[in-house]
């Protein structure tokens, strides 16, 4: 509970979230006042969770401002990409999917973002 310890707090929400308690973890990450004004990975934890239990809306406002503070957050664009394909806002997915597929590296979840824009 200690502002100062906020990246045990995170480390703790992703354990949460690795066994499928992505209530605790939201609960967690709110707790967190430390590390939301800079660190992007706080708000991709919390956007993966809200995206496990399909607060779409939640999750994208978490995504987007992982993006806020780095640009080149490739995971939370690629979740960006996610949420819209799954809420049928195609022409946001596939402008999602382009960039992601420009800006990132060559692997795995890249070729699956090429496959699912071949799907729209």
């Known amino acids: 509970k200690d502002p100062a310890f906020a990246d045990a707090a ?11 308690s992505h209530e605790k973890a939201i609960e967690t990450l709110k707790g967190i006042d430390l590390v939301k004004e800079s660190h992007p990975e ?6 993966a969770s809200y995206f496990h239990l ?4 939640s999750a994208e406002e978490a995504f987007l401002s992982a993006r806020r503070i780095d640009p080149w957050h490739f995971k ?4 960006l990409a996610m949420i819209y394909t799954r809420t049928g806002r195609k ?3 596939k402008a999602a999917w382009n ?17 699912r824009l071949r799907e729209l």
């Open 10 to 20: 995170l480390n703790l929400a992703v354990t949460y979230q690795k066994l499928g």
């Open 42 to 47: 706080y708000y991709y934890a919390l956007g």
């Open 54 to 57: 399909e607060y779409y809306r």
């Open 76 to 79: 939370a664009l690629f979740s």
């Open 91 to 93: 022409a946001e997915a």
């Open 99 to 115: 960039e992601y597929i420009s800006i990132a590296p060559d692997d795995e979840w890249k070729d699956l973002a090429k496959k």
